[in-house]
């Protein structure tokens, strides 16, 4: 089965950046869309951002629109996220996820993502 591994989390002061990077083992990123999400303490589990999920594109929360950018590396066959202006409300555990059943226009959403790591931690705070 497809196991998903993240990193690039970290503490960081409102206003800076950092990358996540989401990597495979028992098998490819490439065939699969793939969903970052984030969960903070108290509160469900929400889409930030996928690729190859929107007419073979990206797709954005409006939360983070402007602010965040996914993006793939072929040769290495990874996926980061790149988020900037970093707000305490970015504050959380992010997830990769990966499927090959995601729906076109819903790769926000948890349904069709099957493989999922474990998280790493964002903490935004001054």
């Known amino acids: 089965q497809l196991q998903l591994v993240e990193s690039g989390g970290g503490l960081v002061q409102p206003g800076g950046s950092l990358r996540l990077s989401c990597a495979a083992s028992?098998?490819?990123?490439?065939?699969?869309?793939v969903g970052w999400f984030r969960q903070a303490p108290g509160k469900e589990r929400e889409g930030v951002s996928c690729?190859?999920?929107?007419?073979?594109?990206?797709d954005y929360a409006d939360s983070v629109k402007g602010r965040f950018t996914i993006f793939r590396d072929n040769a290495k066959d990874t996926v980061h996220l790149d988020m900037n202006s970093l707000k305490p409300e970015d504050t959380a555990i992010y997830y990769c996820?990966?499927?090959?059943?995601?729906?076109?226009?819903?790769?926000?959403?948890?349904?069709?993502?099957?493989?999922w790591g474990r998280g790493t931690q964002v903490t935004v705070s001054s």
């Open positions: 028992g098998g490819t990123l490439d065939p699969h869309s």
């Open positions: 690729i190859r999920c929107l007419y073979d594109g990206t």
């Open positions: 996820a990966a499927g090959v059943g995601v729906v076109p226009g819903s790769g926000l959403s948890r349904d069709g993502y099957r493989f």
